[in-house]
């Protein structure tokens, strides 16, 4: 029964950090700044890099994107996203997820979860419109994930309506190359590295957060709108602060393997877009900060 809830491999990649990003995040309104976009650029000599911070579940109703965000694809003649969607193998994702995200040998969730825990997650289940009983083979992780997703798509908030497959399905449209700095397999490795403990603590602050989900992804979307990389910050990256460990693994030591790769792309004679969750593009370890701290003169539009 687990198999149906993945059979859009893409969607489950694109939630995964999403749905990451938006636990314990305290809702807030975005201040007033100066109307900007999550949108940068660094200009040389021969060419523009641009970097665009990703939603990567939206509505219906975020569209249409501003038009200098659709005049930098229009300028860009290659696109890198987190992942190449042109490379995923859906069925051996789907393989993988089952291996990495659920028990075997019998074991169950029940028995991996403390009884408060799972009486806990038991209720919330329900609350959703589902029966536990049909996740007993799910790990703490891709549960939270889960979970997290059947709210926000009773929300209106749908993959196919993100950034991500937006301008996946334009590049692909216009003929223009895409490439990506990860692998999915690579993503769903380091989730399924976490510990135990920390898959517990994961799911517990899910379910604790699902009332808010709503309230917490309006915060979000409204500054993303704006540009305002402060309030990003403040929504997005402080929900680690209790867990830097899962912070530098999942943001931090993404971003710095990253920034050789952006690098490289700079001074190619090629226009390239950059699109990565948001996340990843603000507060002191973030691409923009360390680009700067490279040298690179970079400019918000």
């Known amino acids: 029964m687990y198999i149906r809830t993945f059979r859009r491999t893409s969607a489950v990649l694109a939630i995964i950090f999403l749905s990451l990003l938006c636990i314990n995040a305290p809702a807030q309104q975005s201040k007033d700044v100066e109307r900007k976009h999550s949108l940068w650029k ?14 990567h579940l939206l509505k219906e109703g975020d569209y249409p994107l501003d038009k200098s965000i659709e005049k930098a694809f229009d300028n860009s003649s290659r696109l890198f996203f987190e992942i190449n969607l042109d490379t995923i193998d859906e069925q051996k994702i789907q393989q993988l997820t089952i291996a990495k995200g659920t028990y075997s040998g019998g074991q169950t969730l029940k028995d991996s979860l403390s009884n408060q825990t799972y009486e806990f997650t038991k209720k919330r289940m ?81 379910m604790k957060e699902l009332d808010e989900v709503q309230k917490e992804m309006t915060a979000i979307v409204e500054a993303w709108k704006s540009g305002d990389a402060d309030a990003l910050d403040t ?62 003169q970079v400019e918000q539009l």
């Open 235 to 296: 929504i997005l990256l402080k929900s680690f602060k209790d867990y830097p460990g899962v912070n530098k693994m999942l943001i931090v030591d993404r971003n710095k393997n990253w920034l050789p790769k952006i690098e490289s792309l700079i001074g190619k004679k090629e226009n390239v877009m950059i699109i990565v969750g948001a996340a990843h593009l603000v507060g002191k370890d973030g691409i923009i900060a360390l680009l700067k701290q490279r040298g690179y």
């Open 42 to 55: 660094i200009s040389s000599n021969s060419d523009t890099v641009y970097i665009f911070g990703s939603v």
């Open 126 to 206: 329900a609350d959703l419109g589902q029966n536990i009983e049909q996740f007993e083979r799910f790990k703490p992780w891709l549960l939270a994930i889960t979970m997290d997703m059947l709210e926000l798509q009773k929300l209106g908030f749908d993959q196919s309506n993100g950034v991500d497959k937006y301008f996946y399905e334009k590049a692909k449209k216009a003929g223009k190359k895409v490439d990506g700095f990860e692998t999915a397999e690579y993503q769903l490795r380091l989730l399924s590295d976490m510990s135990a403990a920390i898959q517990e603590t994961l799911l517990l602050q899910t």
